[in-house]
């Protein structure tokens, strides 16, 4: 009678480990690749993520990204996700061509694949979604350091990575805004990359200094680089001598722009990026829409978004921080 009974009792174990299995089979997954783990943007994303993900429900979302900001790195995890079998991947590329391969693989495979923030060449990808537009957000930072060292002297550009896309497509905008008249009396030196590492783009900032003691600016483009580019200014005693403005993070941001080391800068909100990216490849995955040229769909809270040439949709325009508003968006991210 006891092993009649234990014979039930393990049939009935079975049965309810399989019923969970199958439950959280039912839901949708998706993974959201970044350029690199521990920065402080991304993590933001990811907040946004979830935020989708609780707001739709059904969502599995997975979180990943290199230790090292590489396409390798990428590869490597876009990889395990095929054998995975999720069903959506949102990433934010370290390269614009060398993604593409392992992206269509994983779209033969039946998974929906998007780009974010900085983009995979239109083959690996359904749709890329520009935090903002890749001309306004070029065109802008040069008129706020234009602003800052009165439109006269020397600047130069501390990008991320020289493979990233969206910086390289920022800076050859930041060069066609730099050839109106009105910053004739403005020279571009020099345009160096930090690699999104903070100690490298912290050396970067110093080696500008004693390469161009005349220097007067200096944008950076990038949330890693702005933050290690503002704490050289304060390390070399260059606070109110060489200007500093780009794309930054307000927790990171609030001394510099509180102490004058960096008067203002700009950002899109990444929480409303990883929610706007998430909602995006679930609507996909569900079919609610193709990714053409031309479509028009609602994403939640942020509208209607629609998308442009070569599949890419433009979320909003970047936002100003300055000493009015820096403490109150510092406490959000």
Request: hydrophobic share 45%; aromatic share 8%; glycine share 10%.
């Amino acid at each position: 009678m006891k092993k009649i009974r234990l014979f039930f009792i393990s049939i009935l174990i079975i049965l309810l480990m399989t019923s969970v299995v199958f439950a959280q089979s039912d839901n949708i997954r998706i993974a959201m690749v970044v350029k690199g783990l521990g920065n402080a943007f991304f993590e933001a994303c990811h907040k946004g993520g979830q935020e989708a993900v609780e707001e739709l429900g059904g969502i599995e979302l997975i979180f990943q990204g290199p230790s090292t900001p590489t396409a390798e790195g990428q590869i490597e995890i876009i990889d395990s996700l095929i054998a995975q079998r999720v069903d959506g991947i949102a990433i934010s590329a370290n390269d614009v061509d060398a993604l593409v391969p392992i992206c269509k693989r994983a779209m033969d495979m039946g998974i929906t694949v998007i780009s974010f923030d900085s983009g995979i060449a239109a083959e690996g990808r359904l749709l890329h979604l520009d935090p903002s537009g890749a001309e306004f957000i070029g065109r802008s930072q040069v008129k706020m350091v234009a602003d800052l060292v009165d439109y006269k002297g020397q600047i130069a550009i501390l990008s991320a990575s020289s493979q990233h896309t969206n910086q390289n497509t920022w800076i050859e905008w930041m060069k066609e805004e730099l050839k109106e008249p009105a910053y004739k009396d403005m020279e571009l030196v020099a345009v160096v990359y930090g690699d999104d590492l903070s100690d490298k783009s912290y050396r970067e900032a110093m080696g500008l200094f004693t390469s161009y003691p005349d220097l007067k600016g200096i944008i950076s483009p990038t949330t890693v680089g702005i933050a290690a580019t503002g704490k050289a200014i304060e390390d070399a005693g260059k606070i109110g001598e060489v200007q500093l403005t780009g794309l930054g993070l307000p927790s990171e941001m609030k001394q510099y722009i509180l102490n004058g080391t960096c008067e203002k800068m700009a950002l899109w909100n990444p929480i409303d990026l990883g929610y706007s990216s998430t909602y995006i490849t679930y609507k996909l995955i569900k079919g609610e829409f193709k990714a053409e040229q031309g479509e028009i769909f609602e994403v939640g809270r942020m509208g209607q978004i629609e998308i442009g040439e070569n599949n890419v949709a433009v979320m909003g325009e970047p936002f100003v921080f300055d000493k009015d508003n820096i403490e109150q968006f510092a406490e959000i991210y």
